[in-house]
């Protein structure tokens, strides 16, 4: 395939890199018979020949139709008349990644590239369509393996012992001050537990529940990344938020059934089954907005969010359960 003139104009893995401009454009105003003379009379190659263009007069993209689509058409037939109306276009700067999404979903062997002016650039070719498809997929296998081109792996066989220790070391050492920071807020709240030494046994169950559900979500992320880098983040939180709404409704309301008939304190209850319901809806910050944005970083969500989300919500359960505990008792 020939490069276009204005490929250097775009980033790489783009539209407007990739497309080529040498294709078959008409006015929209021809028919078929102009089509059939227009074949007679090429006295040069296109670079790709899937579809014919149609633009007016200022270049604007106003129909596409193709080859075959053309010949089974009566000659008096206009050929803006066979175009759908919908078009599908991509623009200069959208991703192969994309173009190739729109090709898949509406069947096309080839993509049209206009401006933002809906002006025809060029065409996104079939050649490219495949070619970047087979990119794509084997990215996608190779997240979902825990390998990102934008992350390397560690092969414990052939890297020296300090580089290992230089990866790992970081995040080992941000859990330690991490914990060192939980055991300084329990510090804080002696005092409530001096009079209530019963809360100091479910400190490990609010941590736990908390932990256990930002690990799940952190794990459907990471995995909804590899399989689709652009995931539609609001619409994906507001999803999350209402599951993990319904999961700390019935988990707390449970928590709050059985410590009441263990102990017979309502005020107790109250305060564990306040506290593990608003802990586990911080865990949607952990599992859910750590992994992303450490993916939106370049990082390997997988071997970097990890750490860091266990220990910022071992801080925010514990955090919740004495704030909620101090308030109430």
Same mark, same amino acid.
């Given at each position: 395939?020939?490069?276009?003139?204005?490929?250097?104009?775009?980033?790489?893995?783009?539209?407007?890199?990739?497309?080529?401009?040498?294709?078959?454009?008409?006015?929209?105003?021809?028919?078929?018979?102009?089509?059939?003379?227009?074949?007679?009379?090429?006295?040069?190659?296109?670079?790709?020949?899937?579809?014919?263009?149609?633009?007016?007069?200022?270049?604007?993209?106003?129909?596409?139709?193709?080859?075959?689509?053309?010949?089974? @058409?009566?000659?008096?037939?206009?050929?803006?008349?066979?175009?759908?109306?919908?078009?599908?276009?991509?623009?200069?700067?959208?991703?192969?990644?994309?173009?190739?999404?729109?090709?898949?979903?509406?069947?096309?062997?080839?993509?049209?590239?206009?401006?933002?002016?809906?002006?025809?650039?060029?065409?996104?070719? @079939?050649?490219?369509?495949?070619?970047?498809?087979?990119?794509?997929?084997?990215?996608?296998?190779?997240?979902?393996?825990?390998?990102?081109?934008?992350?390397?792996?560690?092969?414990?066989?052939?890297?020296?012992?300090?580089?290992?220790?230089?990866?790992?070391?970081?995040?080992? /050492?941000?859990?330690?001050?991490?914990?060192?920071?939980?055991?300084?807020?329990?510090?804080?709240?002696?005092?409530?537990?001096?009079?209530?030494?019963?809360?100091?046994?479910?400190?490990?169950?609010?941590?736990?529940?908390?932990?256990? /559900?930002?690990?799940?979500?952190?794990?459907?992320? $990471?995995?909804?990344?590899?399989?689709?880098?652009?995931?539609?983040?609001?619409?994906?939180?507001?999803?999350?938020?209402?599951?993990?709404?319904?999961?700390?409704?019935?988990?707390?309301?449970?928590?709050?059934?059985?410590?009441?008939?263990?102990?017979?304190?309502?005020? $107790?209850?109250?305060?564990?089954?306040?506290?593990?319901?608003?802990?586990?809806?911080?865990?949607?910050?952990?599992?859910?907005?750590?992994?992303?944005?450490?993916?939106?970083?370049?990082?390997?969500?997988?071997?970097?969010?990890?750490?860091?989300?266990?220990?910022?919500?071992?801080?925010?359960?514990?955090?919740?359960?004495?704030?909620?505990?101090?308030?109430?008792?």
């Amino acid at each position: 395939m020939k490069d276009s003139p204005q490929n250097k104009r775009y980033p790489p893995k783009t539209a407007g890199a990739i497309m080529l401009t040498n294709v078959p454009t008409m006015g929209e105003n021809k028919t078929v018979r102009e089509f059939r003379e227009f074949l007679l009379t090429i006295h040069y190659d296109f670079d790709t020949f899937n579809y014919i263009y149609l633009l007016d007069e200022e270049k604007t993209l106003k129909g596409v139709i193709s080859i075959r689509q053309i010949l089974h @058409s009566a000659n008096d037939t206009k050929l803006i008349h066979l175009s759908p109306k919908k078009l599908i276009v991509a623009h200069p700067y959208t991703t192969q990644e994309r173009v190739v999404h729109l090709a898949l979903k509406h069947n096309l062997r080839a993509i049209p590239v206009v401006d933002h002016e809906h002006k025809f650039l060029g065409e996104f070719p @079939s050649k490219a369509i495949l070619r970047a498809l087979h990119h794509e997929s084997t990215e996608d296998l190779f997240r979902l393996g825990g390998v990102t081109h934008t992350a390397t792996y560690d092969d414990i066989l052939k890297l020296p012992f300090t580089t290992i220790l230089k990866h790992r070391t970081p995040w080992l /050492i941000l859990g330690l001050f991490g914990g060192l920071l939980s055991a300084g807020i329990v510090s804080q709240f002696e005092d409530v537990l001096s009079k209530q030494i019963i809360l100091a046994s479910f400190i490990p169950l609010i941590v736990y529940m908390a932990d256990a /559900i930002g690990t799940q979500i952190e794990a459907f992320i $990471i995995r909804d990344l590899a399989v689709d880098p652009t995931l539609n983040f609001i619409k994906y939180l507001r999803r999350q938020f209402t599951i993990v709404l319904i999961l700390a409704i019935l988990i707390s309301g449970l928590l709050y059934v059985i410590s009441l008939l263990l102990y017979d304190q309502p005020e $107790i209850s109250m305060v564990i089954s306040l506290a593990l319901f608003l802990a586990i809806m911080t865990s949607l910050f952990s599992g859910l907005f750590v992994p992303f944005i450490f993916d939106r970083l370049k990082f390997d969500p997988a071997n970097a969010s990890g750490p860091v989300a266990t220990i910022i919500q071992d801080v925010l359960s514990v955090s919740v359960y004495f704030w909620v505990a101090n308030t109430i008792l």
